[in-house]
């Protein structure tokens, strides 16, 4: 399973953990963090998906998925990561929502080791790890976004969207000196309301937060594609890789390969794993 650096060889570049989050929920965050694992993909990376949200159209279900092993069955000993990981369309990988709350913070030191040692054997195989959050300011939103080293806030055009992601972001930069963001408006109809979104979201954070720094990663139209390929339980990027939705999240991939973050510093899976266990997230 491990393939290290040979010598002579560049070392890889630590995974990017990136969340998929969202003040207000069914904004649309398990569509596109699928869509934009997909359009990964499709550029050809290696991406994992984390499911955080046990929501009810959760990534299994997008996908017409059954998968039945989670995380806990890892830290008692019963399966190992590999066994637990679904694979996806496109090679993409699942890690599939936990039922059940696992307090990170509470692993005893040898199950600790064990998930860190497990992930670690995971770092060579992935390029990117993207978390499918809750919605809201719950307390694992909060820990999953400040042990990521990147997030993408995902809002529509309505005033209640946009106030609670003004709120989450609120949370992250004020509380915990969180400033950086990315900006994703959902089911728009265009550029134009993309940025209209965007000014009103970053006009009050200007003006409320202080340095906080929110950057308009792209935008998704609202579009019938997205709805059909919910109903078949098939990923849109798949069923309708030509529509306008499809394309949009391929520019956003495109955006995201060409803007690295600048330092390896917060990169990589058991360096976002042992945040998240200082900070007491919960698995669920
Ligand atoms: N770009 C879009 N165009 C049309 N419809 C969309 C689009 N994005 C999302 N939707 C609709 O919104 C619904 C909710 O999307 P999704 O389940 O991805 O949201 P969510 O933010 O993950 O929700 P939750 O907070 O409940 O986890 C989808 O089932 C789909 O019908
Ligand atoms: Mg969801």
Redesign the pocket.
């Known amino acids: 399973m491990k393939a290290k650096a040979k010598a002579g060889e560049a070392p890889k570049r630590p995974v990017r953990v990136i969340t998929v989050t969202?003040g207000?929920?069914?904004?649309?965050?398990?569509?596109?963090?699928l869509a934009l694992a997909l359009a990964l993909a499709k550029l050809g990376k290696k991406v994992l998906i984390w499911d955080a949200?046990l929501?009810?159209?959760?990534i299994d279900v997008?996908l017409g998925l059954s998968t039945t092993a989670t995380i806990h069955d890892l830290l008692n000993g019963h399966k190992s990561l590999s066994e637990i990981i679904a694979d996806g369309p496109a090679g993409i990988r699942i890690l599939p929502a936990a039922s059940g709350i696992l307090e990170l913070g509470e692993l005893a030191e040898g199950q600790k080791q064990r998930l860190l040692s497990e992930f670690d054997d995971w770092n060579d195989e992935l390029d990117f790890l993207l978390i499918?959050t809750?919605?809201g300011i719950g307390s694992n939103v909060v820990y999953f976004n400040l042990a990521a080293q990147e997030r993408i806030v995902?809002l529509t055009n309505e005033p209640t969207s946009i106030t609670d992601a003004y709120a989450l972001i609120k949370v992250l930069a004020t509380r915990y000196q969180q400033h950086n963001f990315h900006i994703l408006p959902?089911?728009v109809a265009g550029p134009k309301e993309a940025k209209n979104v965007f000014e009103l979201l970053s006009t009050v954070a200007d003006k409320h937060l202080g340095p906080v720094s929110l950057h308009l990663i792209g935008f998704?139209?609202?579009?019938?594609?997205?709805?059909e390929a919910?109903r078949a339980q098939k990923p849109f990027l798949i069923t309708d890789p030509e529509s306008q939705?499809s394309q949009k999240v391929m520019d956003i991939a495109r955006r995201i390969l060409a803007n690295p973050p600048d330092e390896f510093a917060g990169g990589g899976l058991v360096f976002f794993l042992n945040r998240l266990a200082s900070f007491g997230g919960t698995v669920d």
């Open positions: 969202s207000k929920g069914g904004v649309g965050k398990s569509n596109l963090t949200d929501g009810l159209a959760n997008l499918d809750a919605a995902v959902n089911q998704v139209p609202k579009d019938e594609a997205v709805r919910v939705a």
